[in-house]
């Protein structure tokens, strides 16, 4: 039942694709369709109230400028709500306001959809500021996120001057996407025992006579959005390791796959734009191979259980179930923790510190490397970042101008992509090593030895890509980390994101080079070979020496 | 996507209004309509579950709620998994030990000297990893089968009721795998204590 468990909901995952990409492509292709009469009122209703009259397509700088602002609004009015929600209505349990450097941090944290949470939301939030700043940011960065990687692979698929019109892609990433699947998945939830209430705090007397207080909320439609936005901010400390949030195998299938299908359906999405569907497909294999390694490595290492444990004579056939539900067992727990990393969602159902280090390793891996799925889009276009440096080295070695997609790969583009694929590590290492220097950093690790090493990485590589998991031993609500944290990730997303656009800008406007047989094909076997390699050969030289300090050091001690 | 938008109006300025407009209507309707539609729409048609799930004895009183677990102090009654914060439901969490952590094998090893001195009937070798490693959240309502069966001759013991008894109570609610395939088989210790306790009486 372990692994056919496992397989059956990969095996959804999979049939789900097509259907999903040709629903996405249809919304943002531009081109009339069936989903226009249905939505189109509602959105012109929208674009009425927000002033947008003209809807001809923007230039990439355009588009950076749009979306930029649009964040900078949203980060503005969500930070003073936190700081003064102590005062607004909705706070049945008289929640005081949030401080200054944990707000920024908090508000970082949701509007770069990285959802790191140094706070824990039953204790440090009013309802109020659960749904107009948590929730509403789970949206509009989910949304923000998800019409960049659009315009990207327009950028790279298409010819002319524009690469769309951010405030159009941005409200229909809401109004056909992002609003209907969570009203659906919420009532799905509530129908499986997630609660959606406004009523503070429950109380109870147990069965031993002792009160018991249990708090409770709006818990149902965050946790939809949650997944689908692929945030991953918990509406309780511990996320979706919570009964309430994730009362069963049931729910926690769906919320699997509900934050899995959006970025699993992209590269078929992208295919559809190339109008090339089988560079979608090679594109998403890559992707599941290097899922499948990473998946692997987590649940067999978690199904071998802590050597130590296993050593004192129990029956520890199980596994490790430190930090697990009962619920999950190993095979659900693995599975989200595969998921949650790879979709960069970092919502979590059992705590990523109480891994044995060689999960702790898969966790780690596939956010370091960011291009297994990813998160709205990220994961896209890192992923045809590779591909475009995999054409490049490829076209060195037999000394030919490199081509992608039947464009000429020339130095400003390669410069753009340098940056981008060197400022992730850039913000992990240095980071990490300056925690390791001061006080300030050192302290906050809990658990000694070589697993506080991993504890530190894990929090900047997690805050680099945009994940939001945690090694959540870590005491990691103090301003040292709030605010070195929340520059990780504000620059681990706008650096990206504006670099990629711009690529997608300067490729808009080339010349288009005819196809001969001489030109090295993105859409085969071989190509879907060297894609894995230089994932793998990148992200190698990059984090091995780091990755041997934490947890490889740390499982060689425990045997 | 051929037109590029030089028309009057799409100058820096006009983008912040429409910025700040769009933030706005996204605001009101993610964030209040949103979910104000989601909690009338779940409180109309399935209020039980929206409120979590409570049980209540014969006099309607709360006694928990049968997705968050509760502590039993006492030896007769089954008992969950470790919890560092008690079941204290208003918050959640764990310690987060690493498999490394002195401190957490420590704690392992305690709990199996305290096995043995309430279960002398069980040998360790019978008791499930499960039973004595803390929850994620602290709050599991579950344990394993396997953990419910290795407590019955202690509570048979302690209480007088017949081990066959206690057998077909645990059998009784063992909860299958979820549509015969996804999670663990598991039995939800309050429901189980609530039977329990009526036994008792």
Redesign the interface.
């Known amino acids: 039942?372990g692994i056919?468990?496992i397989v059956?909901v990969l095996a959804v995952l999979v049939a789900l694709v097509k259907p999903v990409g040709n629903y996405v492509y249809h919304v943002f292709s531009?081109e009339p369709n069936r989903q226009d009469r249905i939505f189109g009122p509602f959105e012109r209703l929208?674009y009425f109230?927000?002033?947008?009259?003209?809807r001809?397509?923007?230039?990439w700088k355009?588009y950076a400028?749009?979306f930029l602002?649009?964040n900078?609004?949203?980060v503005a009015?969500g930070y003073v709500i936190l700081r003064v929600q102590q005062y607004l209505p909705l706070n049945p349990n008289g929640i005081g306001n949030m401080e200054q450097t944990l707000s920024f941090n908090t508000i970082i944290s949701f509007i770069t959809n990285t959802n790191l949470q140094d706070y824990?939301g039953?204790?440090g939030l009013s309802y109020f500021s659960q749904?107009?700043?948590i929730?509403?940011m789970?949206?509009?960065s989910a949304a923000t996120g998800f019409s960049v990687a659009i315009a990207f692979v327009?950028g790279i698929t298409?010819k002319?001057?524009?690469i769309?019109?951010f405030?159009e892609d941005?409200?229909k990433a809401?109004t056909r996407i992002f609003?209907p699947a969570?009203?659906l998945v919420?009532?799905l939830l509530?129908?499986?025992?997630?609660?959606?209430?406004?009523?503070p705090?429950?109380t109870?007397?147990?069965?031993?006579g002792?009160v018991?207080?249990?708090?409770?909320g709006?818990v149902?439609?965050?946790e939809s959005?949650k997944h689908i936005g692929t945030n991953g901010g918990g509406f309780?400390?511990?996320n979706s390791?919570?009964?309430?949030e994730n009362?069963?195998?049931?729910t926690?299938?769906i919320e699997i796959l509900s934050m899995w299908a959006l970025p699993a359906s992209l590269p078929y999405v992208y295919g559809r734009f190339a109008k090339n569907r089988k560079q979608g497909w090679v594109i998403f294999s890559a992707m599941m191979t290097l899922f499948l390694l990473f998946l692997s490595l987590i649940h067999f290492s978690e199904l071998r259980?802590?050597p130590?444990?296993n050593a004192?004579?129990?029956?520890?056939?199980?596994?490790?179930?430190?930090?697990?539900?009962?619920?999950?067992?190993i095979p659900?727990s693995t599975l989200f923790t595969a998921v949650t990393t790879a979709a960069t969602t970092g919502t979590?159902?059992?705590?990523h510190?109480?891994?044995?280090?060689l999960g702790g390793l898969g966790a780690l891996g596939e956010m370091m490397l960011n291009v297994v799925f990813g998160g709205k889009g990220v994961g896209l276009i890192n992923m045809l970042m590779y591909a475009i440096l995999g054409v490049f080295l490829c076209g060195l070695m037999v000394g030919r101008t490199p081509e992608f997609l039947g464009r000429k790969i020339e130095p400003r583009e390669m410069k753009l992509i340098a940056v981008a694929i060197l400022a992730h590590p850039f913000l992990i290492l240095v980071p990490t090593a300056i925690a390791f220097m001061t006080d300030l950093g050192r302290g906050a690790i809990?658990?000694?030895?070589?697993?506080g090493i991993?504890q530190v990485l894990y929090q900047y590589v997690s805050s680099a890509a945009n994940n939001g998991s945690g090694?959540?031993?870590l005491a990691d609500n103090t301003p040292f980390w709030n605010i070195s944290t929340g520059l990780v990730m504000l620059f681990g997303r706008y650096i990206f994101m504006i670099a990629m656009l711009a690529v997608a800008g300067s490729l808009v406007r080339k010349q288009w080079v005819p196809e001969t047989v001489g030109t090295f094909r993105t859409d085969n076997k071989l190509f879907y070979g060297i894609l894995i390699g230089t994932v793998l050969i990148i992200g190698a030289l990059t984090f091995l020496p780091a990755i041997v300090l934490g947890p490889i050091a740390?499982h060689l001690?425990?045997g | 996507?051929?037109?590029?938008?030089?028309?009057p109006?799409?100058t820096?300025i006009?983008?912040?209004?429409?910025?700040?407009?769009?933030?706005i209507?996204?605001?009101i309707?993610?964030?209040?309509i949103?979910?104000l539609?989601?909690?009338g729409?779940?409180?109309l048609?399935?209020p039980h579950?929206?409120?979590?799930?409570?049980i209540k004895d014969s006099s309607g009183?709360?006694?928990?709620?049968e997705?968050?677990?509760?502590?039993?102090?006492?030896p007769k009654?089954f008992q969950g998994?470790v919890s560092s914060i008690d079941?204290?439901?208003?918050?959640?969490?764990?310690?987060?030990?690493?498999?490394?952590?002195?401190d957490?094998?420590q704690r392992?090893?305690d709990s199996?000297e305290a096995w043995k001195k309430d279960n002398p009937d069980v040998p360790?070798?019978?008791?499930?990893?499960?039973l004595?490693?803390?929850?994620?959240?602290?709050?599991?309502?579950?344990?394993?089968p396997?953990s419910a069966e290795v407590q019955i001759p202690r509570i048979s013991k302690l209480t007088g009721v017949l081990a066959a008894d206690l057998e077909r109570l645990v059998s009784k609610h063992t909860e299958s795998?979820?549509?015969g395939?996804?999670?663990?088989p598991?039995v939800n210790v309050?429901k189980l204590?609530?039977e329990l306790?009526a036994l008792l009486k």
């Open positions: 039942m056919l468990q059956i531009n929208i109230l927000i002033g947008l009259k003209s001809a397509g923007m230039t355009k400028l749009s602002l649009t900078i609004v949203l009015v824990s039953e204790t749904m107009v700043v929730m509403m789970m949206f509009t327009r298409s002319g001057e524009t769309g019109n405030f941005f409200v809401h609003l969570s009203v919420t009532l509530v129908a499986l025992q997630v609660p959606q209430t406004l009523d705090t429950l109870v007397t147990t069965l031993e002792a018991q207080s249990i708090a409770i709006p149902a439609a965050l959005i309780f400390g511990v390791a919570h009964p309430f009362p069963s195998p049931l926690n299938v259980g802590n130590a444990i004192m004579g129990i029956d520890a056939s199980q596994g490790s179930m430190e930090g697990k539900e009962v619920r999950f067992g659900q979590v159902n059992n705590m510190d109480t891994l044995t280090p809990t658990n000694p030895g070589a697993h991993s090694f959540e031993g740390e001690k425990l | 996507m051929n037109r590029i938008a030089n028309l109006g799409s820096g006009s983008y912040v209004a429409i910025a700040v407009r769009a933030s209507v996204f605001i309707l993610c964030g209040i949103y979910p539609t989601c909690t729409i779940a409180q048609l399935m579950n929206a409120n979590g799930s409570l009183n709360a006694i928990g709620s997705l968050i677990g509760q502590k039993f102090a006492d009654y998994r079941y204290k439901a208003e918050a959640s969490g764990s310690n987060n030990y690493a498999p490394s952590n002195p957490m094998l392992t090893r199996i360790i070798s019978k008791l499930p990893v499960a004595i490693t803390n929850s994620g959240s602290g709050l599991d309502p579950h344990i394993t396997e795998r979820d549509l395939v996804f999670g663990e598991r309050l204590n609530i306790q």
